[in-house]
């Protein structure tokens, strides 16, 4: 199997990356994790009684004798440096079958849902069951875009990964900001600071330190991104018109969890592309949240929104809603046209939160390359 050096190289010989030497720095220590993984034994699957359903809903705790597994990382840096993509060639590269790269705000679903059902089963300690399950099932786990932004969350990740660690997992995270300013000027946040100890201790911290943002580098398109009103509107009713191709349009509801989003536009082009239609206020103006926007990434392959407008912290939760909707669209590649108050770099230029549109900005610009979206 390639190391995740000779995998790097062989995208920039088919001019699929273009060599930079911050990420080229990193990759002997991407490629030493490899083989410590190829080399290290499985660690052993915990005893609780019943299986891994019986773990997931309140089984006992196993051994408490740690495990000492090899050394994960916590890779950061600014937006568009190739973080994501050299954790993913680490896990192409990883020789084992127990590996899962996941996205932060999905994970974040699937662990609250198995703390509901731990919970509904009366587990003292939720967490313990749901981080088992994950141990027995993973020797290798990497998380994209670690972000906290609520208490909650920090003490259920902190709890979470003291379990894995304690049961051998490597972890490898990236995150736009160094682990002190995870959380940062969050509430309560001395209660984080423990997990910010422990990711100092049981990871090697590195700053993937490049100049450059590649997302910018591809060629935009100007039907993906209209600026100016009233003109805009009518650029999204053309866009409409042209990839529907006459195609019937109908409302789309999504059942989630008990509740239901609408998308008020959907239609299936003929040539089988599922294309949906929604205002931004409907989208960011209801207290909606992470299992939202997943349920409409993975019900379209391209959303049009429009009227996004300009952000700052007089809107503030719309537009931490509008950030977790992108990541939501990025990671399931869904394509994007939307018309906007002002270009991505210029929709939120102050107050709280402008730090983290920085990423949100550079997705949306890489979103609007020609070759953007999902494959087929």
């Known amino acids: 199997m390639p190391s995740v050096s000779q995998l790097y190289e062989a995208r920039v010989a088919r001019g699929e990356l273009d060599p930079d030497p911050a990420q080229r720095a990193l990759l002997p220590r991407l490629d030493a994790l490899v083989g410590e993984l190829a080399a290290a034994p499985p660690a052993p699957v915990t005893k609780a009684r019943g299986g891994w359903l019986s773990r997931l809903v309140g089984g006992g705790p196993a051994d408490a004798t740690p495990i000492a597994g090899p050394r ?14 050299l954790m993913d060639l680490l896990v192409e ?10 996205h932060f705000h999905a994970f974040m679903q699937e662990v609250q849902a198995g703390l509901n059902r731990a919970r509904a089963e009366g587990a003292q300690d939720a967490v313990r069951p749901v981080a088992e399950a994950i141990a027995d099932q993973t020797r290798l786990f990497c998380f994209d875009e670690m ?4 208490i909650a969350d920090a003490m259920v990740v902190g709890r979470l990964f003291q379990v894995l660690f ?8 990236t995150s736009n900001r160094v682990p002190e300013d995870l ?18 201790q049981k990871l090697d911290v590195i700053e993937l330190a490049s100049p450059h943002d ?15 009103p009233p003109s805009a509107r009518k650029a999204m009713d053309a866009a409409w018109a042209r990839l529907t191709e006459g195609a019937p349009a109908a409302p789309l509801v999504l059942p989630i969890k008990g509740r239901e989003i609408a998308i008020p536009a959907f239609a299936t082009a003929p040539d089988g592309q599922r294309i949906g239609r929604i205002g931004f206020w409907d989208l960011c103006g209801r207290p909606y949240g992470p299992a939202e926007y997943l349920a409409i990434a993975d019900a379209v392959d391209l959303l049009m929104i429009d009227d996004i407008p300009q952000l700052s912290s007089a809107n503030y939760n719309e537009a931490k809603r509008f950030v977790t909707l992108i990541d939501a669209l990025y ?9 906007a108050a002002a270009q991505p770099e210029s929709l939120y230029l102050e107050g709280t939160g402008s730090f983290e ?20």
Do not use: C
């Open 331 to 339: 990671e399931a590649r869904v394509k994007l046209i939307a018309s």
């Open 183 to 200: 959380y940062k000027d969050g509430l309560n946040r001395q209660l984080f600071m423990p997990f910010i100890a422990l990711i100092r």
């Open 147 to 150: 972000q906290i932004t609520d």
């Open 214 to 228: 590649h997302r910018q580098d591809g060629t935009a398109e100007d039907d993906r991104w209209f600026v100016t």
């Open 166 to 173: 304690d049961r051998g997992v490597t972890i490898v995270t």
């Open 93 to 102: 590269a990883a020789p084992i079958a127990q590996k899962r790269r996941v």
């Open 72 to 85: 994960g990382l916590y890779i950061w840096g600014g937006v568009g440096r190739g973080k994501s993509m």
């Open 357 to 376: 549109f920085e990423r949100t900005a550079s997705r949306l610009r890489e979103m609007m390359d020609a070759d953007w979206g999902k494959a087929g």
